[in-house]
């Protein structure tokens, strides 16, 4: 008897540190693909060019895998050694809250969600395997930690952070800005007094809803695709009060609507597709397009295929090309949701491609300076909390 429970005992031990150093990597390494396709090498043109460029990208699900950030890894899309690889000046980092089961662009419950097993996978806090807003918190300390680390990157909060990070960076071009999101305002939990816990953790970007509809309004993959509800308008105006960024990705049209009849502040998009270039409830319509123009926003193009098409950097570039010719070209962003359970044909550190795309696409210089990253520069100048 002894000797079985002692057996037990060590098969018990040996699959709950598989699971715990294993499981959650497994799950990082199937989900987050990089397919190298037959690219064609920069030319001269794009070699210079990128060399020149402010980059800056709206969306990358990092903080939700078991890795640091600081340090490269074999795998995945997005980390320090690759951002300054890629030239990049600033990457918006989101944290990923909840993700229901079967996870489809057309109907999801609210009732199951994927991230607990992964939360206890990754060792993260006990709190947090049941707690959306103790997942919020945990996830951007995992990016202060990260910074606290790291010489080389930089939180930024309010447009005097950005302003002296640009400076700093003048002189320094390995430097990254760093910027906290969230995706999803289920992480309130209902309660209103969070949305002041998630602004001193630093989240100045807040999507509204994720796959399924929450206490602030529907989803585009939602059950009922409603607009806003009563706690989402309250929501919205103590949002702007506080001069948090509202991100619409994943919203609705009824909730795009509604968000932008009381909206006083320009709002983004911070990873999307176009309907004019691919068919999906989980992108934007022209009338969706020409309406956050018209309040200002900035819409973030995917790198992925149900954005925009395929995973070549030129259905990327002909995206940009369409939502550019639709509602003028210092509306568009990169919105690349990589790390985001994705599959992508080229991580941060081979962005040159996506610049190469887009002087195949006619692009003038001054045009793909804006895209890659002038555009968001000036945009979080503008709107991000003054001080």
Known sequence: ?????????????????????????????S?????????????????????????????????????DLTSATAHGMVDLPKLISGNYTLQVFDAVIKSPRNLNYLSN????????????ANRWPFKTWFSLYARALYQSELL???????????????????????????????????????????????????LDGLYDAGFRIMGLVHF????IGGSSAGESKQGLTDFGKRIIHEMEKKEIIIDLAHASPKLIEEVLE????????????????????????DANLR??????????????????????????????????????????ALGSDFDGAVTTSFDAS????????????????????KIMGGNQIKFLRHNLPKK
């Open 1 to 29: 008897m002894k000797k079985l429970l002692k057996y037990t005992f060590t098969l018990f031990t040996s699959a709950t540190l598989l699971f715990f150093y294993l499981v959650g990597k497994i799950t990082d390494k």
């Open 31 to 67: 989900m987050n693909k990089v397919e190298v396709l037959n690219h064609y090498e920069p030319s001269q043109h794009a070699k210079q060019l990128h060399s020149d460029l402010t980059i800056a990208d709206l969306h990358a699900d990092n903080l939700l895998w078991d890795r």
């Open 109 to 120: 419950s609210a009732d199951t969600d994927n991230l607990t097993l992964l939360a206890a």
């Open 144 to 194: 202060k930690t990260a910074v606290q680390n790291s010489s080389q990157l930089e939180f930024i909060q309010t447009q005097d952070d950005l302003n002296y990070f640009l400076r700093l960076r003048k002189n320094n071009s390995y430097k990254i800005g760093a910027i906290l999101s969230i995706e999803g305002l289920h992480a309130l939990e209902g309660n209103f007094l969070n």
């Open 212 to 215: 399924f509809d929450n206490e």
């Open 262 to 285: 009381i909206a006083k502040r320009p709002v983004i998009v911070s990873h999307t597709g176009v309907n004019g270039i691919f068919d999906s409830p989980r992108n934007l319509s």
């Open 291 to 332: 309406a956050i123009a018209k309040n200002g926003g900035l819409i973030g193009i995917g790198f992925w295929e149900e954005a925009v098409g395929s995973i070549q950097p030129a259905s990327i570039a002909a995206a940009i090309r369409y939502t550019s010719d639709l509602i003028g070209v210092d509306h568009v």
């Open 350 to 369: 081979n962005i040159i491609l996506l610049t190469e795309a887009l002087i195949q696409e006619d692009f003038s210089d001054l045009e793909i300076k």
